[in-house]
């Protein structure tokens, strides 16, 4: 069987749970053939020997992309349903019919990826859910020469550093940076934004995917990072953390779980610190 670039596959060892996409097939110098791996779903980075992969058939890529649209979608109308509940919270609490009369402006989002095509779906996403956002394909390893220039031309209220990442060595020391593909990468990037601006509120700072380590991000100067437990997380957590930011007011302090109830895998995955939001509510609202 011949495994090339572009290939969806799945590992045998794993019994194919997750699907990936080949990213690259490379021959050792001992004439071993091994393949790096993306995730379809999750931002994992892995690598496998060509014999532990099957390809898997256009019928099972068709209904694992169904699921990945349905769990997104189901989480799109959890997240609209509770910010228009929250927003009715507020006019109610206001006592002031008046104020039906305002206009939002949510916080602005860099997106520093590391994958061309997730960011494109996030940047979508991120349109749904009515979030301002400029993003930038930038490998994991460039980003940290990336990030200070990003940040003087677009001037976000929260910057998103993300790709793919994944334990080298299962079993090795989770607490070594060596031990993984791209943490070590994804926590200078955070060191480099800091670097611009230091205030933990002003720049809202999420950064790290599949197993990332956690602890380093938010040494770094992260508000949010990934992966508690050192699991998968799904391709959109990133954005449904940046919507809770960016649609809750800048005199609110928001409460990490409240964070990652926005996302899909939870708190094995995803965690953080107290943040107050990104959005300000502004009146009259114009006719024009």
Avoid: W
Wanted: glycine share 8%.
């Amino acid at each position: 069987m011949e495994i090339k670039v572009g290939d969806i596959v799945a590992r045998k060892s794993y019994n194919n749970d997750i699907y990936f996409k080949v990213n690259e097939v490379i021959e050792t110098d001992s004439g071993e053939v091994r393949v790096k791996l993306l995730g379809l779903d999750v931002r994992l980075f892995a690598d496998s020997p060509v014999e532990d992969l099957v390809k898997v058939d256009a019928d099972n890529i068709r209904e694992y992309r169904k699921k990945f649209i349905r769990t997104n979608n189901n989480c799109l109308k959890r997240i609209i349903e509770k910010r228009l509940k929250e927003r009715g919270n507020d006019l109610f609490r206001s006592g002031n019919k008046i104020e039906e009369n305002f206009f939002e402006i949510p916080g602005r989002v860099l997106h520093i990826d590391g994958n061309l095509e997730y960011l494109n779906l996030c940047m979508a996403i991120y349109g749904q859910l009515g979030i301002p956002a400029k993003g930038a394909n930038v490998p994991e390893g460039e980003q940290p020469a990336s990030v200070p220039g990003l940040i003087k031309k677009c001037s976000p209220d929260i910057l998103v550093l993300t790709g793919h990442d994944g334990i080298i060595r299962s079993g090795a020391d989770f607490t070594d940076l060596n031990n993984y593909h791209n943490s070590r990468y994804f926590v200078k990037a955070v060191k480099a934004a800091r670097f611009i601006e230091c205030n933990m509120d002003n720049l809202i700072i999420f950064a790290g995917a599949c197993q990332s380590h956690y602890e380093a991000l938010l040494q770094a100067g992260a508000n949010y990072a990934s992966a508690p437990q050192r699991v998968m997380i799904h391709a959109f957590d990133p954005v449904f953390i940046v919507e809770k930011v960016a649609f809750t007011s800048f005199n609110k302090t928001i409460a990490t779980s409240e964070v990652i109830e926005n996302t899909i895998t939870g708190i094995e995955g995803l965690g953080g610190i107290e943040t107050r939001g990104k959005l300000r509510r502004g009146f009259p609202k114009s006719p024009y």
